[in-house]
């Protein structure tokens, strides 16, 4: 796993982060990124993300629309939990043949439904994100290799993002950027089925007899797999 810091959220730093990918990214509809799209990236929408809006509404208002789209999302949920041990061609298979006919019962309720709300009401604006990205939020149903959602990446860095009060401000570009390498170094490890104390104190005990022109790899990863 591996861990970036910027100065901002301008869209450059996401494009200087992934160079020359030209695969697909799952992620929500952050402005950002959109010059990766027009450069051939493709984009996969987050589905957790169209499904929060309204569970937002369903949790703070007790809607009873709100409720009947979590119904709705839950239908390919359903889905994908059938397929989730299986590889990505029967997936895709399974997908296609009850994924695609409960997204498309999604997406006629939802244009039924934004005909009765009004403008600008949260209601409204939880609809229209889902109808805007419908094609990158329903892309994964002809992949059986794209997750329908981004949620084991956002599980993955939900301790940095509970903890960033903590560290919100690095003091300095360069501070920034040492600390997203160790994160990354933390959370590799993690990933990898290391004791992470274990792997850290074994580095830095050897580091400094270290020669400079060498790779460092701990004696630990004898017994797992490489650190990426």
């Known amino acids: 796993m591996v861990f970036d810091f910027a100065d901002s959220r301008g869209g450059r730093h996401a494009d200087a982060f992934l160079g020359d990918l030209r695969g697909t990214l799952v992620c929500d509809d952050y402005s950002g990124y959109k010059a990766l799209f027009k450069r051939g990236v493709t984009e996969a929408g987050c589905l957790a993300y169209a499904r929060r809006k309204f569970h937002e509404l369903w949790a703070n208002h007790s809607s009873h629309l709100a409720g009947e789209a979590l119904r709705l ?16 061609a029967a997936r895709r298979d399974l997908r296609q043949q009850k994924g695609r006919p409960a997204a498309d019962t999604l997406h006629v309720w939802l244009l039924a ?32 290799a794209i997750p329908i959602d981004n949620n084991w990446v956002e599980n993955q860095i939900r301790p940095i993002a509970i903890g960033r009060n903590n560290w919100l401000f690095a003091g300095s570009l360069g501070a920034g950027q040492r600390a997203v390498a160790v994160m990354s170094l933390i959370h ?11 792997y850290l104190k074994d580095i830095l005990e050897r580091l400094p007899a270290h020669p400079a022109s060498r790779g460092c790899k701990s004696s630990l990863q004898s017994k797992k797999p490489r650190l990426g």
């Open 73 to 88: 999302f839950g239908a390919l949920y359903d889905v994908e939990r059938e397929a989730r041990e299986w590889d990505p």
């Open 113 to 144: 439904q934004r005909q009765r709300v009004p403008d600008g009401s949260a209601t409204a604006k939880a609809i229209d994100y889902s109808l805007g990205r419908w094609d990158a939020l329903t892309r994964y149903l002809g992949d059986g």
């Open 188 to 198: 590799s490890a993690r990933l990898n089925g290391h004791d992470v104390h274990a």
